[in-house]
């Protein structure tokens, strides 16, 4: 059995995240990573108690929430690798967690935004689900939908996806391929435009107003004229490269000549 020292932490987790405190639920996750490591429920070994596992994997699963909230994904990588173990090898022997497909859903667009599109196929092609019961889930159907909008180019539904989300902490990762999806028509825009009325580079690039505009712009190096209400974009200056043409004509002149001896 779990110490009672982790079982009184785990406790005072699952009060202190649904209240919403993140700053003590990052405390309390540190000194239960310890508390588990001690107890051997971290790296698993031998044949550890069932209700163990169950806490061992919800403080996990808190803690791969706790890092989306507080944006850092570094440590989601962390956490949900861990909780491979419980999903994966011990699915047989736990009750199904309610956590699994959440997290499982927001890993698929950690991928999309990080642009390992391979990585993401072969991660669905990975999940204990029947091919036609992927879309039925709503927290891998997203990711699925996110997926084929970004190959089709319809970034306004992946845009309009975000309010869609099966859960709130979905939102960022929209949020961070939104801001890929920005930077690839921004480069777009200044390919094929010398400027445009501030009004139409908002509608392009999904911003709700002008400032939003204006600070991405000022991150662009792109000139603005409030007055005229139009963005002017920063041209990046074209290499030119010299050709000799004397000695393009000297080698042609060379090969002609080999060619005629050859025939």
């Known amino acids: 059995m779990a110490p009672p020292q982790l079982v009184q932490l785990y406790r005072e ?3 202190v995240f649904t209240s919403g405190n993140l700053q003590q639920t990052g405390v309390l996750l540190t ?5 588990l490591t001690q107890a051997g429920l971290l790296v698993l070994l031998g044949n550890p108690d069932p209700q163990d596992l169950v806490i061992a994997r919800d403080i996990l699963e808190v803690g791969a929430f706790w890092s989306i909230r507080t944006k850092d994904i570094p440590s989601f990588d962390r956490y949900f690798s861990q909780l491979q173990t419980f999903y994966n090898d011990f699915s047989s022997v736990l009750p199904p967690s309610p956590r699994e497909y959440p997290l499982r859903g927001l890993n698929l ?4 935004t990080q642009n390992r599109i391979a990585d993401f196929h072969t991660t669905l092609e990975s999940l204990p689900l029947r091919a036609d019961a992927l879309t039925g889930n709503p927290y891998i159907a997203h990711p699925i939908n996110l997926e084929q909008w970004l190959m089709e180019g319809s970034y306004s539904k992946v845009w309009n996806a975000r309010e869609e989300a099966p859960a709130e902490e979905y939102k960022f990762f929209v949020d961070s391929l939104m801001g890929t999806i920005r930077n690839e028509i921004a ?6 435009y ?7 580079a908002a509608t392009l690039l999904f911003f709700k107003n ?3 505009v204006l600070a991405f712009a ?3 190096g792109w000139q603005v004229d409030l007055t005229a209400a ?3 974009f920063a041209k990046k200056t074209e290499e030119k490269v010299e050709i000799q043409k004397e000695k393009l004509i000297l080698a042609d002149l060379h090969y002609a000549r080999e060619l005629e001896q050859i025939v």
């Open 230 to 232: 139009k963005i002017t």
């Open 210 to 212: 002008q400032s939003e």
């Open 187 to 192: 480069s777009c825009e200044e390919a094929a």
């Open 31 to 35: 000194r239960l990573k310890i508390a």
């Open 13 to 15: 987790l699952q009060q």
């Open 218 to 220: 000022r991150e662009r």
């Open 194 to 200: 010398d400027s445009l009325p501030l009004k139409d």
């Open 109 to 112: 667009i950690r991928l999309l």
